[in-house]
């Protein structure tokens, strides 16, 4: 698959298709091709994550490296939904953010390898890569801080009238963050055109939701401030791009914020450094035969026969040499200069 296929399978449209699958509660069908659109982008996901933890562990990559293995569905049913002018900003966990949004698997492979052709020039590294053309606004390491940022992007969306919406990634282990509280009273005094998704992986670092949360329906945050919310199955990514549709159209009517809570799981570690555990082995394995977001798209094709097993192996190849050539560039892609250090300081 060329490097110019996979902005293919995230690109976005509202062209109705023939159905062939419905989401669970709801009346929005699918489409063959859709739901391989689907397959393909949590696809690049899975198999860029797992090339990165290989490339973590032999010291190819430095700092710190969190990976979105399991949680696929939610940012690529989210961006199907979007239109071009609307806008992304995530926490540290944002690989998968970036590939859904269009950048090229080469450029953030070279940002994680610290390299002069990545997306920050090789100084932002797994947490800290933007890019304007994609209206992708980072990775941001603290925990919490890009709530507010993500805020402030909804507001120039208002004060432009371009008819935007910031979708606002954070965990819930960001979720009991003041300045997330903050920024949803300012969000619903001016009502903003924002959408804060809480990707709940059920644990924050090593903390599980239930011992960290004194109210874990993680949804209903904003009911002080009136801003409604909605708690979605984050494994199904037809679920997903439905509740994204509905909510988006929500805030584009001029309505105000909306939360959506996205229940989802995480198969790794909270970084490449956590053994992770303070889970049973027996858990996670539960939730990979049971929910796993790919195994569920991949059966309903296949159960169709919209799809052959021979198609998706060939598939599944195709995005592995893609993979594999990015890890291969970043390798021999030139270290940043050392004059870079004094360039984009803000003084």
Excluded at 108 to 132: C, I, N, P, Q, W
């Amino acid at each position: 698959m060329a490097a110019s296929e996979t902005s293919s399978v995230t690109k976005r449209s509202n062209k109705p298709k023939k159905s062939i699958q419905k989401s669970e509660d709801s009346a929005l069908k699918y489409s063959s091709e859709e739901l391989l659109g689907f397959y393909k982008v949590m696809l690049l996901i899975r198999r860029f994550e797992e090339k990165a933890g290989q490339m973590y562990g032999m010291g190819l990559i430095g700092g710190f490296c969190h990976l979105y293995i399991g949680q696929e569905a939610v940012v690529t049913g989210v961006q199907a939904a979007l239109e071009e002018q609307d806008t992304v900003i995530t926490t540290y966990r944002d690989h998968g953010h970036m590939l859904a949004c269009g950048m090229e698997p080469r450029g953030v492979m070279a940002e994680l390898t610290g390299r002069r052709d990545g997306y920050s020039k090789g100084k932002g590294g797994s947490m800290h890569m933007f890019s304007a053309e994609k209206q992708f606004y980072g990775g941001h390491g603290i925990v919490g801080a890009n709530v507010p940022l993500g805020t402030g992007i909804a507001f120039a969306h208002q004060y432009k009238e371009d008819n935007g919406v910031c979708l606002t990634y954070f965990g819930d282990g960001a979720v009991n963050q003041g300045q997330v509280y903050e920024s949803f009273n300012m969000a619903a005094l001016w009502r903003l055109p924002v959408i804060y998704i809480i990707e709940n992986n059920r644990y924050g670092m090593g903390t599980s939701v239930e011992r960290a949360s004194a109210g874990t329906e993680l949804w209903q945050r904003g009911q002080a401030y009136g801003i409604p919310g909605k708690q979605i199955d984050g494994m199904d990514v037809r679920a997903v791009n439905v509740a994204a549709r509905d909510a988006l159209s929500f805030v584009r009517n001029k309505n105000g914020p909306f939360i959506l809570e996205m229940q989802t799981y995480r198969y790794r570690g909270h970084s490449m450094s956590d053994p992770a555990s303070y889970r049973s082995k027996q858990e996670v394995q539960k939730v990979r035969s049971e929910k796993d977001p790919l195994d569920d798209i991949k059966s309903i094709l296949l159960k169709n026969n919209e799809l052959s097993e021979e198609f998706i192996k060939s598939l599944d190849s195709e995005i592995r040499d893609l993979v594999n050539e990015a890890a291969e560039f970043a390798q021999i892609s030139p270290e940043p200069d050392p004059s870079e250090l004094y360039t984009d300081v803000l003084i």
